[in-house]
């Protein structure tokens, strides 16, 4: 049996949306390999990155410690980070984390090189996670009603914060965003913007947080993402867009630099008469 | 053709497409005409930059503790156990041709 470097992995487990978002959405087709992070860096595929899988792959199949090290080394918190998506015990998720790694080594006969281990990986460790927090009922609980958006499809922002349709200015910013100054992000997370930042994270649906944490928390891309959680690329976009805009907007009350601007434009102050 | 210039509040809706490089070239084309003059909006899409290089931080959350390596790892070396007496020994990688075993 062949197996198949990453490359080609990537192109077999393509996006399942090829022709892009309906006429009129603006979605256009997604060029492979140029999805990226919101750094806008594209993906290439890794060749010595796959060649390396392999190694560790065949090494593991024959009781190599060394290589199974390196794999808890290498990947041991980020399954535990994401099995917290859908077990909110500590415990609970440490449970499921350590039931992947059998899995995992009961498996490795049959896995094929199809995906990337990391995909392979993350992906057994999603399907134990939901099957768990079906199974004891420890699901998340659903949003809670009296968020500002109304449950979970809200749009990205407070419509409030534009001038309504019938306005002169319709659509435009009656309550604009505030510059938030360049406090480095490790040190927002110390105290309470870290605090609401995790709250607002543990309060998203488990849905949005699964894509929101693969993505932004982990790093991984929009391909490993549909493929981890077994989803479309345009589903994939809709959830992460709205997971962000939640997480935004969670910031917002606490990194306004002098509070959000007051109320009421006159119409010489407006952004388009420039 | 006349396009309609895109409004704020459309952006705030297109911004992750625009940031995953999903929106089409004529779409593509408002939205950065927008940008280029709203001070506002500018300030929302370095809002958003801000929110997901802040969320990349909690990747340092949550380290993995040593017991929970130990446990790991003992559960590695039952199953390799499992493994030699299974094979009475090595076993055959399915990759590679019939040899000694390691």
């Not at chain 1, 256009?28 to 990226?36: M, N, S």
């Not at chain 1, 199949?61 to 015990?89: M, N, T």
């Not at chain 1, 009350?253 to 008469?273: I, Q, S």
């Not at chain 2, 499992?82 to 090595?90: E, F, H, M």
Request: glycine share 10%; with cysteine.
């Amino acid at each position: 049996m062949q197996w198949q470097p990453t490359a080609d992995a990537a192109a077999a487990d393509a996006p399942r949306n090829p022709r892009g978002g309906p006429p009129g959405s603006g979605l256009g087709r997604v060029p492979a390999g140029t999805e990226g992070g919101a750094t806008g860096a594209p993906s290439p595929p890794n060749r010595s990155e796959a060649g390396e899988e392999l190694a560790l792959v065949a090494a593991l199949r024959q009781g190599d410690e060394a290589s199974f090290v390196a794999l808890l080394d290498r990947y041991h918190d980020a399954l535990l980070r994401l099995a917290r998506v859908w077990i909110r015990d500590a415990a609970g998720a440490e449970d499921v984390v350590q039931e992947t790694w059998l899995a995992v080594l009961q498996g490795i006969d049959r896995f094929e090189g199809r995906s990337s281990l990391k995909t392979w990986l993350f992906g057994i460790l999603a399907n134990q996670a939901k099957r768990r927090a079906r199974r004891e009922g420890r699901s998340v609980p659903f949003a809670t009603l009296g968020t500002a958006n109304g449950g979970d499809d809200g749009p990205a922002v407070d419509p409030d914060r534009f001038f309504p349709a019938d306005h002169p200015w319709a659509g435009h910013w009656s309550r604009p965003p505030v510059g938030w100054g360049g406090a480095p992000e490790a040190q927002l997370l110390a105290g309470e913007v870290g605090e609401a930042l995790r709250r607002a994270l543990a309060e998203l649906p488990s849905r949005y947080r699964a894509v929101i944490v693969l993505r932004d928390v982990e790093g991984r891309t929009s391909v490993e993402t549909c493929n981890i959680l077994g989803i479309s690329a345009t589903n994939q976009r809709v959830l992460l867009h709205r997971a962000r805009s939640r997480m935004r907007q969670a910031l917002e009350p606490y990194l306004d630099a002098e509070g959000t601007a007051p109320g009421g434009h006159h119409a010489n102050d407006l952004p388009g008469a420039r | 053709m006349a396009t309609t210039p895109m409004t704020c509040q459309e952006l705030v809706e297109l911004i992750t497409a625009y940031l995953e490089r999903a929106l089409d070239a004529p779409t593509t084309a408002r939205l950065e005409a927008h940008l280029a003059e709203c001070d506002y909006c500018r300030v929302y899409v370095a809002q958003m930059r801000q929110t997901i290089q802040t969320l990349a931080m909690l990747r340092h959350d949550d380290g993995a503790s040593e017991a929970a390596r130990s446990r790991a790892l003992a559960q590695f070396r039952v199953w390799r156990g499992d493994l030699a007496a299974d094979n009475g020994g090595g076993r055959p990688d399915p990759l590679r041709p019939a040899g000694p075993s390691v």
